[in-house]
């Protein structure tokens, strides 16, 4: 179980903060337990035969809930992993598909296991028999239960399980949406990969077009020259990053791993440093920053926004006193225990949550499931057709003024939108329309102080309205 300084475990830290937007809410008796309790929870152990030698795995699969279907959560592959663990990630799912509008339940699972120590042909056994053992118990469907990657996961990962559905159900003709994150060739979706670190991006661009809100956390301007350090460089992590960088002008000042940490005041190149990660196994060596070993004491550093984006439980009641950042974008699952939120907010140091911030992968993963059901990739029928309409404005206002157009309005005129930039487009338009109910709730209610309150408040209220609907009480 994952447990932090203060004796909570990870479920019993989520449930806790949305014990306070429960709390403002007028809601029958014991709703608030039907609400946090998970649906169901498969435990399967299965043996594998690695090297000439049996190996039993253990993995889980919990639902949180069913409101909607289908239950939709990652898998992750990790040593750390448990039920309550999966149980707590299934319930920030439900939440946070409620945050952003996405017609899902909430699911998660996990596989006891260190991929680093098994080759990619037993990872793949591994995964192939995991993927059967969901399936065989109805906890893999395009229709009731789609996983994604996660910790531990990724495009190869999704690809073994859809092709071993498929091989067991031939017959569903909407296989290839039993999961998403798939490779682009076997149905997977343009900008799927990096699209939690996008959301990440997208959150803070619209935090920062609210005036008020932004003053509040002690900011002015836009995001561009903001310091930022980015705890975690995995997929979210790495891709947050360096979309800020390059297209928003911020300034990475630190990346942080378990094993050090990389600290250079003028700005980290992201890439480079991506490269020397990779072609190294880490960060010591890189010429473009300084290397420090205590990863942990980076995270205290004086900064403008803080991006934990790795795993649970970093920022704790021993070390959230310490933390200087103005602004904590939340882009991993649970970074900041109960007790560290509470002391965060009486410092004054703004919180934007992860049932928001980190919601760009489920979002893109909507897209990709829905695309998987119609068959058909985004854009293939208008996209000509707006081409040919933009140029058809364009002669029009050429003849119309006797005046040639300038290049760079005839290129944006004449491109028809591809099917990334409609992904693109719908997250942005996902991550925006969240933060702005978020922010409205918080103006409107002056018992809900923060941002995380706010969006469990409205998290909880879709999630009770479709409960009374269905007629659940």
């Known amino acids: 179980m994952t447990e932090v300084p203060g004796g909570l475990s990870f479920r019993q830290s989520v449930d806790h903060m949305v014990d306070r937007a429960l709390q403002i809410l007028d809601l029958p008796p014991g709703v608030d337990n039907a609400i946090k309790s998970c649906t169901s929870v498969l435990q399967v152990s299965f043996p594998v035969k690695i090297r000439d030698r049996i190996e039993v795995f253990t993995g889980w699969r919990a639902v949180h809930s069913i409101h909607r279907l289908p239950s939709k959560g990652g898998i992750r592959f990790a040593e750390n992993v448990d039920q309550m663990e999966v149980e707590a990630l299934a319930a920030l799912m439900t939440y946070k598909c409620a945050i952003v509008d996405v017609p899902f339940g909430g699911s998660k699972g996990g596989l006891h296991i260190n991929p680093e120590n098994y080759t990619r042909d037993e990872l793949q056994i591994i995964t192939r028999r995991f993927a059967r053992e969901l399936a065989n118990k109805g906890f893999l469907n395009p229709a009731t ?6 910790v531990g996961t990724g495009q190869r990962e999704m690809a073994w399980i859809a092709d071993t559905y498929k091989h067991l159900y031939p017959e569903d003709i909407n296989y290839v949406a039993c999961v998403t994150g798939k490779p682009v060739a076997h149905g997977g979706l343009q900008g799927r990969t990096e699209a939690t670190g996008r959301g990440v991006q997208f959150a803070l661009r619209e935090f920062f077009r609210h005036k008020e809100e932004r003053n509040e956390a002690g900011l002015d301007g836009d995001l561009e020259g903001k310091r930022i350090i980015v705890q975690g460089f995995g997929n979210v992590g790495y891709h947050a990053a360096r979309l800020l960088s390059e297209e928003d002008g911020v300034k990475i000042i630190a990346i942080i791993k378990h094993d050090g940490a990389l600290f250079n005041p003028d700005g980290i190149h992201i890439e480079e440093a991506f490269y020397h990660k990779y072609s190294h196994g880490g960060f010591q060596g ?20 803080l991006i934990p ?13 310490n933390i200087q950042a103005k602004l904590i974008a939340e882009a991993a699952n649970g970074p900041i225990t109960f007790e560290a939120d509470r002391i965060l907010r009486s410092r004054g140091i703004t919180i934007l949550p992860d049932a928001y911030v980190n919601a760009g992968g489920v979002v893109v993963s909507y897209f990709e499931w829905i695309r998987n059901l119609t068959h058909i990739r985004f854009g293939r029928l208008e996209r000509r057709y707006d081409e040919n309409r933009g140029r058809h404005i364009l002669q029009a206002l050429e003849d119309t003024n006797g005046r040639t157009i300038p290049e760079w309005i005839r290129s944006e005129l004449e491109k028809g939108a591809n099917e990334e930039d409609l992904v693109r487009s719908g997250l942005d338009d996902s991550m925006r329309q969240a933060l702005q109910e978020i922010i409205d709730i918080r103006c409107r209610k002056e018992e809900i102080e923060d941002y995380r309150t706010a969006a469990y408040y409205i998290a909880v209220s879709k ?9 659940v009480f």
């Open 463 to 471: 999630l009770a309205r479709s409960y009374q609907d269905l007629g």
């Open 309 to 321: 984006a790795a795993v649970e439980a970093v920022i704790t009641e021993d070390n959230a006193p």
């Open 145 to 150: 239960n789609v996983p994604a990657p996660d």
């Open 286 to 305: 890189f010429a473009g920053a300084e290397f420090l070993e205590d990863g942990a004491k980076v995270m205290e550093m004086e900064c403008d926004i």
